[in-house]
């Protein structure tokens, strides 16, 4: 197959394999995913184009009761290759049905690869959370119809509609992907039918043999597969309460650590029954992350449990809160508000904003590790976000928040511990937040101001009040700022992890004081190789002490994962980071090493590192927060020298309602490095 270039100018002429074809029929541009196809359904679909194509390479025939080997010479396709040596192997003579049901499983690799070929190709944009959308130059040349015929250009929508509503006579390949879209039943989502359009299906459904016996084949595994998968699934094992109460982990907090142990024992799906409490599901371990990263979104949803928590600030829908197609919206057009060019764009008062926090340190002087973390990061973020002051206020809006997850998320306290006359009080810090915002975001205040998160979140109120109403502004602007909270905790993390290391310290300060010998180094100087170090620490330090370590769901349709069956309504608890401690995964797991990241090892590229979440939900602002924590550790190294205090502690953990160090950390001002400019 010839190799496409990745200007999309060269795609005209070149041609797209059937897999490639049927994703970018199936991709909904609204929602940033596959229409609505279930899992096992595209997965036999996918294998049924992969089929078809190795039919029209004449690798493989197939009828309506056969399909056997004609060439096993390789396509110099991995995807394919990979069907193509599983047939060879077999050596019988077996029916597609047979084939499509053994192979559906292998279908997620080659969604994957087939989705990462149209992104090297410029066909397709990749966004954070698994989402794509076609790049602006492929959308153009879509809508315009300036493709050549039977080019990539053309695409596959604009070809199937000249086909479906002009009459135009299908080659083979349009036959085959009409028939596969027709089986998963999407037509009806990509284009308005009427009963002229569903004969027209249903005849182009008839006029290859190819195209015909592989959609009845796929259709057949739809119906009902050769194996039931829900007759082999497994009984969800139990966890024994002594097991967790007598874990090493429970007693210093380490709960990702728990769950790997847990894991070990159980397998990756396990039942907790706490005491007077509904049991929980667990999902840990490599597999589940990949399964919920990518499928999650079509079986899992998050509304239903954070329902409860956003109706505190009176909020309804808000990006946490919200699946599918909207959220998918709002996540795009909050993007550019948490993205590292916004942070780059403002580095200047990065830098004075960290000196203003640290020009009173002095020699000998001991901070409490995670309030000055926080309080430091903070006094950031607060106007690069929202362009207010708000050091007087952060820390009742950080325990009004956090008591707000413990009753109404976590729920480990009764509901009326938000209601105490304490808690009053400190809801009302958010009223006065919302003046101080609206204060400084007139017109007249912003012009000639960078733009910022608040600005971004008022403009889309105003331009789309339905996606996000005044009733979520309390929520959304809060929210922003008690961001604080876990990169924050983040921060106080590395500096442990930095101060109690003496060689990766003085590494880390070779790093800063290259970085700042003349002076604010500009954001184009923070490159992989400058701050090699310091990302791998910081990397290490994610994987080590994870902020969120536990995402919760509820199963909106059912599933089997692992071989294990999750009914509709469940409440599940996907532990993602569990397998940052698993030595299959990260080889001896309690070691602080920052050399997994260098090839090659490479232990970071695979579904057992997560740091951010998993999917939709991966953390939004991922890249600012790895850029601003950079900038942060190396200002304090060429600066300072700082210790861990007292000099015998051993790290601890405080996990709810989110993973923090415990009280004990103190980080001690040794000596001054440098004079901070004034």
């Not at 100087?525 to 994987?543: G, K, N, Q, S, Y």
């Amino acid at each position: 197959m010839t190799t496409l270039s990745t200007s999309t100018e060269n795609l005209v002429g070149q041609q797209l394999s059937l897999p490639e074809e049927l994703i970018l029929a199936l991709l909904n541009e609204e929602s940033g995913y596959f229409h609505q196809v279930p899992g096992w359904d595209l997965n036999c679909a996918i294998i049924g184009s992969a089929l078809a194509e190795l039919s029209l390479m004449h690798r493989v025939d197939t009828d309506t009761s056969s399909l056997y080997l004609v060439d096993s010479m390789a396509t110099g396709n991995p995807a394919l290759d990979s069907i193509l040596e599983e047939i060879a192997k077999d050596g019988g003579q077996r029916n597609a049905q047979y084939w499509i049901e053994r192979l559906a499983p292998r279908a997620e690799e080659i969604i994957d690869h087939t989705l990462d070929r149209l992104t090297e190709l410029n066909i397709l944009e990749h966004h954070d959370g698994d989402f794509w959308t076609l790049t602006p130059n492929a959308m153009s040349l879509w809508q315009g119809g300036t493709g050549s015929e039977g080019s990539a250009t053309e695409f596959v929508k604009t070809r199937l509609s000249r086909v479906i509503f002009n009459s135009e006579i299908p080659d083979p390949r349009d036959v085959i992907i009409i028939c596969l879209i027709n089986t998963c039943d999407v037509f009806r989502f990509m284009f308005q039918l009427d009963d002229a359009a569903e004969e027209r299906i249903q005849f182009i459904c008839q006029m290859d043999l190819i195209g015909r016996s592989i959609a009845e084949a796929v259709s057949m595994n739809m119906a009902g597969p050769l194996l039931s998968h829900s007759a082999l699934t497994k009984q969800i094992p139990r966890v024994s309460l002594r097991d967790v109460a007598f874990n090493p982990n429970i007693r210093n907090g380490n709960v990702p650590a728990l769950f790997a142990d847990l894991a070990k024992k159980y397998g990756p799906v396990f039942e907790l029954k706490p005491p007077f409490g509904k049991p929980m599901v667990f999902l840990a371990g490599p597999g589940t992350n990949h399964w919920a990263n990518r499928n999650g979104r079509m079986y899992l949803r998050a509304r239903n449990y954070f329902a409860d928590f956003e109706s505190v600030y009176g909020a309804s829908g808000v990006l946490p809160s919200l699946d599918g197609g909207e959220h998918f919206r709002l996540r795009k057009s909050m993007a550019p508000a948490y993205s590292r060019g916004r942070l780059t764009g403002q580095i200047d008062r990065l830098y004075k904003q960290a000196r203003d926090f640290m020009s009173d340190w002095k020699e000998g002087d001991v901070f409490p590790a995670t309030g000055m973390s926080r309080y430091m990061i903070n006094g950031q973020l607060s106007p690069l976000f929202l362009s207010v002051d708000s050091q007087d206020l952060i820390g009742d809006l950080i325990k009004y928040k956090e008591r707000a997850l413990n009753t109404h998320i976590i729920r480990v306290l009764p509901k009326f511990m938000l209601r105490t006359p304490g808690m009053k009080a400190r809801e009302k810090v958010i009223d006065e937040l919302m003046e101080r915002i609206q204060s400084v975001h007139t017109p007249a205040q912003r012009a000639g101001e960078p733009r910022d998160l608040a600005d971004d979140i008022l403009s889309l109120h105003a331009s789309d009040p339905q996606l996000v109403p005044e009733s979520n502004l309390r929520f959304a602007l809060s929210a922003a700022l008690v961001a604080s909270v876990y990169l924050g905790d983040a921060y106080t993390f590395a500096l442990y992890a930095m101060a109690s290391q003496p060689e990766i310290y003085g590494r880390i300060q070779e790093e800063a004081d290259a970085l700042f010998a003349h002076g604010d180094p500009d954001p184009a100087d923070f490159t992989p190789e400058a701050i090699d170090v310091t990302h791998r620490m910081l990397m290490e330090c994610l994987r080590m002490y994870p902020i969120v370590p536990v995402s919760m769901r509820d199963v909106m349709n059912s599933c089997v994962v692992e071989d294990y069956q999750l009914t509709v309504g469940t409440r599940i608890f996907i532990a993602q980071t569990a397998s940052h401690y698993m030595s299959d995964v990260f080889p001896e797991p309690h070691k602080f090493d920052i050399d997994r990241y260098l090839p090659p090892r490479n232990e970071h590229h695979h579904p057992g590192y997560a740091p951010y979440g998993l999917g939709p939900h991966r953390c939004l602002g991922s890249r600012w927060m790895e850029l601003q924590l950079a900038v942060n550790v190396l200002m304090v190294a060429h600066h300072f020298n700082i210790e861990v205090y007292p000099r015998d502690y051993k790290l601890g953990f405080a996990p709810l309602p989110s993973l923090k160090p415990n009280k004990k950390l103190k980080f001690r001002v040794v000596e001054k490095r440098h004079e901070l400019p004034a």
